[in-house]
């Protein structure tokens, strides 16, 4: 019994693909989503700033202070931009949330009445918005609510007690100061959701639920990625039965022969990924027709950016077993990372950095735009043509490799 | 007649392995010729470079007067290899997959349907036609494999050890199908390690070894060049205990070995009886005696010292 678990060790140490799966791809998966959620290689526990816009359109010295105030902040990353470019840049994902300071703010805070901002945030990212509130409600209400809340008390008293003498008013107005500046000093301040900001999501349509979007991209493009993968390995198995050897005898250029199977596997992928949409909408009633060019623009280039990742993986493995543990590995890590497995906006802002190098966080990004952010044409293609470059840059590298290690059988 | 082909000088050097040693031979229009050599001697190296899948570090291939490597497109058109590998796509039907391989050929589709049934007929296989290939026996697939490479009728078919592992009954009706297009005027080209095949089918044979053509031309050319002589095998009784040494010092003693003491001999009717007298000088018991005509077993034996299958 020991000696047939000494060779089945001995086999297993023997078969890379083995020790990649048992050990490597594990270790890979847990170091991620490690720096994904457990706060890992940030140095300390202190979050990740939340990126937000600030438009001043009042523009006075209060709005300055207030500002500047909030850019001392760790927690926030703060960029001053125009307000209607601000929403449009919110709209199309690039920060969480756009704050708005408009005419009249000191005015209102002067005269005790709410004051006239807002915060835009993309509904998206629903969880960074929440903390975004908590954070910045927190923070205005040092600055700007204590004075309109005093402001107001006041008006109240005078209002209510017409025949008050003015050294009484004095000492409740003094009483109303010391606690207002108790709770400025306590976190349990509990005026922090008074300062009545008004609150808009970017995207208030709501046609589409995120959820489902985030759901039928994610997984189709992972799903995907695992058949071109193995559509990939066929190019391995047409190399080892031989025919790879008996196309190379017939009058075809060897490159058509890649190409060939770069197309079949397009065809494939645009199947697959059309009948994951038209599912999603004939069963959980994801309207695919709200913007359907851009719709069949995305699905093309996905399919084609993922198409060439399943050749790439080809080209670069000598055998076919050696394409099952690439891909695995790079497709899980991928999924992972590009937000197939989790929500990017789960994550934190170091993981959605890195996200851009995969396929996966194109794709989704591109559906969401079209199903979420409901954005035109001309900014999805911008995704789109990303994943086009994406796609082309691994096609050359594979017809390089292709003639370097798939060719190489004579 | 015509060189349809022309292989002059190759060479083909893997890692630090020398392959081939200036090859050359040339082949006539309609000739059967069969290369003929041990297992890594430079076959399925001289093949793929004919074939265009493998590029020599020297020399030239010219079929049909067009040099291959400047006209490969024009040259693939003009042959058909059949691998030593049995490249089917198993999962497609016969038909299915000589749709296939004949669609790379840019035959139309009635031609190419023509010529389907006929070469499914040509290999008796025409009741098998639309079943699955993985449904084939081995001697069939063979059979299949051969027929993908005439569909576009080339005119030098390129046979690579196409009987490797087959029944006798496929082996004889392939052997059957080669004489039929050799007679209908096909140049062929044939690697094996098979005498018996070789002797059997082909015009002309290359020797090759080690990379090198060691010897070309008819069975009577060879044996009148190597003066190859016939063979005595005598099988012995308990070899493990003779004395090798001294029976190798025996006149045209050629080769010891698993039990049995080769010789070669002119006159065999006349050299048998003092072999026999110096093996029982030697105390050789002997349980079998045989006397082989010069064939090219013996021709090989002759020009390399060693057998063919060693």
């Known amino acids: 019994m020991l000696k047939l678990a000494i060779k089945d060790l001995r086999l297993i140490i023997h078969d890379k693909r083995a020790v990649i799966l048992t050990l490597i791809l594990p270790i890979a998966l847990i170091s991620l989503f490690a720096f994904a959620f457990g706060g890992v290689g940030g140095g300390s526990n202190d979050a990740n700033p939340i990126s937000i816009f600030i438009s001043d359109r009042d523009n006075t010295d209060m709005t300055k202070e207030v500002i500047s105030k909030l850019d001392t902040m760790k927690s926030l990353d703060i960029k001053q931009i125009p307000f209607e470019e601000g929403k449009e840049e919110v709209k199309k994902g690039n920060r969480v949330a756009l704050l708005v300071f408009y005419k009249g703010f000191k005015d209102s805070v002067d005269n005790g009445t709410s004051p006239s901002m807002e915060l835009f945030y993309d509904q998206s990212r629903q969880i960074e918005a929440g903390l975004l509130q908590q954070v910045l409600y927190s923070k205005l209400m040092g600055i700007v609510g204590q004075k309109t809340i005093k402001k107001s008390i006041k008006k109240m008293i005078e209002k209510n007690n017409p025949d008050l003498a003015p050294k009484d008013l004095s000492a409740i107005q003094q009483q109303v100061d010391e606690q207002m500046n108790s709770f400025g000093k306590s976190d349990e301040n509990p005026a922090n959701n008074s300062l009545g900001i008004k609150t808009t999501p970017v995207f208030a349509k709501a046609e589409q639920n995120l959820g489902l979007v985030q759901a039928v991209a994610g997984t189709a493009i992972m799903m995907l990625l695992f058949t071109v993968a193995g559509m990939g390995s066929g190019m391995l198995l047409e190399k080892e039965e031989g025919t790879l050897k008996k196309l190379l005898y017939s009058p075809i250029r060897p490159t058509s022969i890649l190409f060939g199977k770069m197309l079949a596997t397009v065809a494939v992928s645009i199947i697959q990924l059309s009948v994951m949409f038209i599912f999603a909408w004939l069963a959980f009633g994801l309207n695919i027709f709200i913007d359907f060019a851009s719709l069949v623009l995305m699905i093309l280039t996905t399919a084609f950016a993922c198409a060439s990742f399943g050749i790439f993986i080809a080209s670069i493995a000598k055998t076919r077993k050696q394409v099952e543990s690439y891909s695995t590995l790079i497709i899980l890590v991928m999924s992972a990372i590009g937000g197939s497995m989790v929500p990017l906006f789960l994550m934190p802002a170091i993981m959605q950095n890195i996200a851009v190098v995969s396929v996966n966080y194109w794709g989704i990004q591109g559906f969401y735009d079209i199903f979420w952010r409901h954005l035109p044409i001309s900014d999805v293609a911008q995704r789109a043509l990303v994943l086009f470059g994406i796609g082309s840059i691994m096609m050359l590298i594979s017809i390089k490799n292709f003639k370097k290690n798939i060719l190489s059988i004579a | ?310």
């Not at chain 2, 299915?96 to 040509?122: C, H, P, R, V």
């Not at chain 2, 012995?236 to 040494?245: A, C, D, K, Q, W």
């Not at chain 2, 025996?250 to 001999?265: A, E, H, M, Q, Y």
Request: proline share 2%.
């Open chain 2, 1 to 310: 007649m015509n060189n349809i082909l022309e292989v002059s000088n190759l060479s083909k050097t893997f890692e630090n392995v020398e392959a081939l040693k200036r090859v050359s031979f040339s082949i006539q229009n309609g000739e059967f010729y069969g290369l003929l050599g041990p297992n890594g001697a430079g076959k399925t190296t001289t093949i793929n470079i004919i074939s265009t899948i493998s590029q020599p570090d020297t020399g030239y291939v010219k079929i049909n007067g067009m040099d291959l490597k400047n006209h490969s497109i024009e040259c693939k058109k003009s042959i058909g290899v059949v691998p030593q590998e049995i490249a089917l796509y198993n999962e497609l039907s016969a038909h299915e997959n000589l749709m296939f391989w004949g669609s790379l050929y840019s035959l139309n589709y009635a031609d190419l349907q023509n010529k389907i049934d006929e070469t499914m007929s040509l290999m008796g296989l025409t009741d098998r036609k639309e079943d699955k290939i993985k449904t084939y026996s081995g001697g069939m697939k063979r059979r299949i494999n051969i027929a993908s490479a005439l569909l576009h009728s080339p005119k030098i078919l390129i046979m690579d050890e196409p009987t490797v592992g087959i029944d006798p009954q496929s082996r004889n009706l392939i052997f059957d199908v080669l004489e039929e297009l050799h007679k209908n005027g096909m140049t062929i080209i044939y690697t094996t390690h098979y005498m018996e095949e070789v002797e059997r089918l082909c015009d002309r044979i290359g020797i090759i070894d080690h990379g090198n053509i060691i010897a070309e031309g008819t069975i009577d050319e060879l044996r009148e060049t190597t003066k190859a002589e016939e063979s005595i095998n005598i099988h012995v009784e308990n070899s493990e205990h003779i004395n090798t040494e001294k029976i190798k010092q025996i006149k045209n003693c050629l080769d010891i070995s698993n039990g049995v003491i080769t010789f070669s001999s002119k006159n065999s009717g006349k050299d048998l009886p003092l072999i026999l007298m110096e093996l029982n000088k030697a105390e050789v018991g002997i349980s079998q005696i045989e006397i082989h005509k010069v064939n090219l077993e013996t021709i090989f034996l002759n020009l390399t010292g060693r057998k063919l299958r060693d």
